[in-house]
């Protein structure tokens, strides 16, 4: 296999692209192709201040590199989640992100949960009995919390994350699988800001996961391999499977079913989002829109974790 633009032998063949290139081209078809989906998507300009939410993978190490490469002004965020499982999971990818920003000079904001709320993730599920027994719901809403609070406090003025098409994808099938039309109405590349809460994008929704690792092996970003050991026995992994084996069938079915589940969308499949700022009101305590009355279920948590020392 040849390389498209030069003849040289090729790295990376993307038989859903029809595309094959060597390893220098494809060190600039990646940035050139975040470029063109996030002025597609109208997700920010060079003027804008941009929060990388930063994991240790493969995928927000490299995202961050790319919006460098491509001169945006972009500061990363790494967040502490006290999640050991037997590989020092949190510790590591702490480590690396660390690494890849002193490497790069670049600006890294650390919350750490423990430090901040007293507990770890896995305790404050543990202790505020959500999530049948798997941290991952209250360490979804607190890192939706952390990353909209850090975004607002800091000034900034969009969230980027990491997403990938096999994510987007994944997602997807889910939401589709339950026909969960208010989910299926807010998966999109770009949310809007609201009052109190940063617009949010993701502009590597349309790279295969397997483009991600080839990017950030060909630039040599140490990451973390493992996945978050809570992360192990998950729908998201068991629908990426399913969806890797139609792919294999049918090469570019998993970017066909999103991208057509986005037109769809804008043709009008669904009705448009309401505009969500008339029913959202500040949360008493932190001030980020909750639509309950009172605290957001993110402070609520919280206080609940709280109780038994009170
Ligand atoms: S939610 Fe669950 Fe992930 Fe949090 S506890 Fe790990 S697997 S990191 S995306
Ligand atoms: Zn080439
Ligand atoms: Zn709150």
Known sequence: MKCRKCGAKASVNMRQHKLALC???YLEWVPEQTERFIKKYAMFSHDEKILVAVSGGKDSLSLWDILVRLGYRADGLYLGLGIDGGIAYSSESHRLTKEFADRNRLTLHVVDVEAEYGQSIPVLAEVSHRGHGKPCAVCGLTKRHEMNRIARDM??????TGHNLDDEASVLFGNTLTWSGDYLLRQSPVLPEVPGLARKVKPLCRFYE????AYALARGIPYIYEECPFAEGSSTIYYKE???QLETARPGAKLTFYLSFLEARKQ???SEP??????????DNCGQPTSAPGLCSFCRMIEKTKLPQS
Do not use: S, W
């Open 268 to 270: 009008g499949l669904f």
């Open 155 to 160: 000034g900034y003025d969009v969230l980027a």
């Open 242 to 244: 399913i969806l890797n």
């Open 23 to 25: 390893k220098e081209h």
């Open 210 to 213: 397997r483009e991600m690792t």
């Open 274 to 283: 309401q505009p969500t700022a008339d029913y959202l009101h500040p949360c």
